[in-house]
C-alpha cells in the first residue's frame, strides 16, 4: 500500500498538479463543457473497443453475439454524428447517415435471429456454449 | 455542432453510462446481466441519438433493439442456460495468454484511433471553419420558423420528415433489399433451430444420420419406418 502510495500516487498527484497549474485543466474543462463532434467520435470508439475485447477474449458464444451488437452500434454512433455535423455545415439533406443507421439496425437484427439460431442448433447437438469447445472444423 | 448548457451535462451523464453499461456488458459473469447492461447500454446511446436530434432513429433503437432483439436473446439464454457460469465453476475469459494479446491489442487500438479522430477533428475544423458559423445563424433563423410543441418549452421538428423522403428517395432499392434480407434470416432461422425429429419429419436428413439416431430413439426409428413405405 504504501509503496503504491509513494511510488505511483505522488508522482500522477504532481503530474495533475502541474496540469493544473499550467491552465491545461482549464481548457479541458472548457472543452468539456462545449462537447462537439470529436467527443462523439470518441465515444463511439470506445464503445467499438469495449464491443472488440468482448469478442476477442469471452468463451461465451452469446455474450460474443452481444459484443457484436455493441459493435454495430458504436458504428451507429458515428454514422448519426457525422449527419448531424454535415447537417450543421450547411448540407441541409444530409440525412444519408441517419438512413444507413436504418441499415444497419436492420442487418443487426437479421445477424441477431440467424446467430441465436445457430447458437440453438449448437447447443441441441454438441450440448456446449463454450465456443473454445465447439471444434468440429479443426483438425 | 456544439452542444451547450443541459445538452452538454446530458452528454457526459449518458455517455459515461453507456460505457460503463458496455464494459460491464462484456465483464458480467452471469449472462443475464450481461444482456441487461447492453440493454441499458443501449438505451443511453438511443439518449446520446436524442442529442444528435436523430429522434427517429433514438426511437428505433429503443423499438427494435431493445424491444427486438434483447428480448430474442434473453429468451435463448434461457434455452441454453448451464448455470455452470453464476457457479464461478467455468472460467467466462479465454486463456490468460489470449486475453493479455487481445487486451494489448485493443490498447494499441485504442490510441491509434484517438489519435485519428484528434488529427481528423482538427483538420475538419480548419476547412469548415466559416461553413459552421454560417449555418449555425441560418439554422437557428429556420429553427423559428419551426411551429411549436403543445407544451409550449419546445418545437416541433422535421427531422423524422426528411429521413423517411430520404430513405424513399434515395434508398428505396436497399430498402426493399432490407426487406428480402429480413425474409431470409426468418427462414433461415426456423431451418435451423429445427430438431432432427422436425428433419426427420419432412424427410430433409441424411439416411445415413437417421439410420445411427434411429438405433437409440424409437420415435425416429418410428419416422424412419414410415419414410421407407
Redesign the interface.
Known amino acids: 500500500m504504501q509503496f503504491l502510495l509513494f511510488n505511483f500516487l505522488s508522482p500522477a498527484l504532481g503530474l495533475l498538479f502541474q496540469a493544473a497549474t499550467n491552465g491545461r485543466f482549464a481548457t479541458a474543462w472548457e472543452k468539456?463543457?462545449?462537447?462537439?463532434?470529436?467527443?462523439?467520435?470518441?465515444?463511439g470508439?470506445?464503445?467499438?473497443?469495449?464491443?472488440?475485447?468482448?469478442v476477442?477474449?469471452?468463451?461465451?458464444i452469446?455474450?460474443i453475439?452481444?459484443?457484436i451488437?455493441?459493435i454495430l452500434?458504436a458504428a451507429?454512433?458515428n454514422f448519426?454524428?457525422m449527419?448531424?455535423?454535415l447537417?450543421?455545415?450547411?448540407n441541409v439533406?444530409a440525412?444519408?447517415g441517419?438512413?444507413f443507421?436504418?441499415?444497419v439496425?436492420?442487418?443487426?437484427?437479421?445477424?441477431?435471429?440467424?446467430g441465436?439460431?445457430?447458437?440453438?442448433?449448437l447447443?441441441?447437438n454438441k450440448e456446449?456454449?463454450?465456443v473454445?469447445e465447439i471444434d468440429i472444423l479443426k483438425w | 455542432?456544439?452542444?451547450?448548457g443541459w445538452e452538454?451535462v446530458f452528454?457526459?451523464v449518458f455517455?459515461i453510462a453507456?460505457?460503463f453499461a458496455?464494459?460491464l456488458?462484456?465483464m458480467a459473469r452471469n449472462?443475464i446481466h450481461?444482456?441487461l447492461f447492453?440493454i441499458s447500454?443501449?438505451v443511453s446511446?438511443s439518449a446520446?441519438?436524442i442529442l444528435?436530434?436523430?429522434e427517429?432513429?433514438a426511437g428505433?433503437?429503443i423499438l427494435?433493439?431493445v424491444g427486438?432483439?434483447m428480448v430474442?436473446?434473453l429468451f435463448?439464454?434461457m434455452?441454453?442456460n448451464?448455470g455452470s457460469?453464476e457457479r464461478g465453476s467455468?472460467?467466462?475469459?479465454?486463456h490468460p495468454r489470449?486475453?493479455t494479446t487481445?487486451?494489448i491489442?485493443?490498447a494499441l487500438?485504442?490510441g491509434g484511433?484517438?489519435y485519428a479522430?484528434?488529427v481528423g477533428?482538427e483538420g475538419?475544423q480548419k476547412r469548415?471553419e466559416t461553413?459552421?458559423t454560417?449555418?449555425?445563424g441560418?439554422?437557428t433563423a429556420d429553427e423559428q420558423n419551426l411551429p411549436e410543441a403543445a407544451t409550449g418549452s419546445s418545437r416541433i421538428t422535421k427531422?423524422t420528415e426528411?429521413?423517411g423522403s430520404?430513405?424513399y428517395r434515395?434508398?428505396s432499392l436497399?430498402f426493399e433489399i432490407?426487406s428480402v434480407?429480413?425474409l431470409?434470416?426468418?427462414i433461415?432461422?426456423?431451418?435451423?433451430?429445427r430438431?432432427l425429429k422436425q428433419e426427420a419429419a419432412v424427410d430433409d436428413t441424411a439416411p445415413e444420420i437417421l439410420q445411427r439416431e434411429a438405433q437409440h430413439d424409437p420415435e425416429i426409428a418410428k419416422l424412419q419406418s414410415t419414410i421407407a413405405q
Open positions: 468539456a463543457q462545449h462537447p462537439d463532434l470529436s467527443k462523439f467520435l470518441i465515444i470508439a470506445l464503445l467499438f473497443i469495449i464491443g472488440v475485447a468482448g476477442l477474449t469471452r468463451r461465451n452469446i455474450v453475439f452481444m459484443s451488437e455493441l452500434n451507429n454512433l448519426i454524428a449527419s448531424r455535423y447537417q450543421d455545415t450547411g439533406n440525412v444519408a441517419q438512413i443507421a436504418v441499415f439496425i436492420v442487418v443487426a437484427a437479421a445477424e441477431a435471429a440467424i441465436l439460431g445457430i447458437v440453438i442448433a447447443y441441441r456446449t456454449i463454450w473454445d | 455542432m456544439i452542444l451547450t452538454a452528454f457526459w455517455s453507456a460505457i458496455a464494459l456488458t462484456v449472462t450481461s444482456a447492453l447500454s443501449l446511446v446520446l441519438f444528435l436530434r436523430a427517429f432513429i428505433v433503437q427494435v433493439y427486438g432483439v430474442l436473446f435463448v439464454i434455452l441454453v448451464v457460469e467455468e472460467e467466462i475469459f479465454n489470449q486475453v487481445s487486451v491489442f485493443c487500438l485504442v484511433l484517438l479522430i484528434n477533428y475538419l469548415d461553413a459552421v454560417v449555418a449555425a441560418q439554422r427531422e426528411r429521413v430520404g430513405l434515395y434508398g436497399p432490407a434480407l429480413l431470409v434470416a426468418i433461415g432461422s426456423v431451418m435451423l433451430a430438431t
